[in-house]
T-cell receptor, first 111, second 116 residues
Framework: QQQVKQSPQSLIVQKGGIPIINCAYE??????FPWYQQFPGKGPALLIA?????SEKKEGRFTISFNKSAKQFSLHIMDSQPGDSATYFC??????????FGAGTTVTVRA | DAGVIQSPRHEVTEMGQEVTLRCKPI?????LFWYRQTMMRGLELLIY????????DSGMPEDRFSAKMPNASFSTLKIQPSEPRDSAVYFC??????????????FGEGSRLTVL
């Protein structure tokens, strides 16, 4: 049973578009919400992360929006580029340091 | 830094054989995690160590799986006997500051296991 539900499973956008990936969780003990990016044949790599006391965080073209009351958070990729084509995982962790990952979203950015 | 190093990158074996996957974490990182990735189940945490001590092995599928961390620079994940359903990519990851709960894991490139 996945503790973090992620959608959509895949999406395709044109270059310059804004892919949006959504995640939802139930466990209110989660207090750290990272996003990981994975390219084929590679391990996941930390992209950006947020804590629940912040509603939005931006790093370059990547933005996390966090809605604590709805227990939802999302990733936006602004001005997407073909090099952003990858699988993105949301995750959540709590004080026991165990990360629970979402199922992943494969993003394809077409030139 | 060379990052987390895993070996072998690819392993093809027959059902019933013993498989040993190896991991060298980033120097100075005090926590090490083993994950399994499959299309059906995504990324699953198998076990994690803090300061070489196993903290939580509740994700280990069954007794056929075992993991050790004899020192701060080396860990193994062993499957004996292997079964076709063990086919997956196994990732090792390390964390430099587990006490801060940053969730910042540094993953290796994985070991792709195929059990025939």
């Amino acid at each position: 049973q996945q503790q973090v539900k992620q959608s959509p499973q895949s999406l395709i956008v044109q270059k310059g578009g804004i892919p949006i990936i959504n995640c939802a969780y139930e466990n209110t003990a989660f207090d750290y919400f990272p996003w990981y990016q994975q390219f084929p044949g590679k391990g996941p790599a930390l992209l950006i992360a947020i804590r629940p006391d912040v509603s939005e965080k931006k790093e370059g073209r990547f933005t996390i929006s966090f809605n604590k009351s709805a227990k939802q958070f999302s990733l936006h990729i602004m001005d997407s580029q073909p090099g952003d084509s990858a699988t993105y995982f949301c995750a959540a962790s709590r004080s026991d340091y165990k990360l629970s990952f979402g199922a992943g979203t494969t993003v394809t950015v077409r030139a | 830094d060379a990052g987390v190093i895993q070996s072998p990158r690819h392993e093809v074996t027959e059902m019933g054989q013993e498989v040993t996957l190896r991991c060298k974490p980033i120097s100075g990182h005090n926590s090490l995690f083993w994950y399994r990735q499959t299309m059906m189940r995504g990324l699953e945490l198998l076990i994690y160590f803090n300061n070489n001590v196993p903290i939580d092995d509740s994700g280990m599928p069954e007794d056929r799986f075992s993991a050790k961390m004899p020192n701060a620079s080396f860990s193994t994940l062993k499957i004996q006997p292997s079964e076709p359903r063990d086919s997956a990519v196994y990732f090792c990851a390390s964390n430099p500051r587990i006490a801060e709960n940053t969730g910042e894991l540094f993953f290796g490139e994985g070991s792709r296991l195929t059990v025939l």
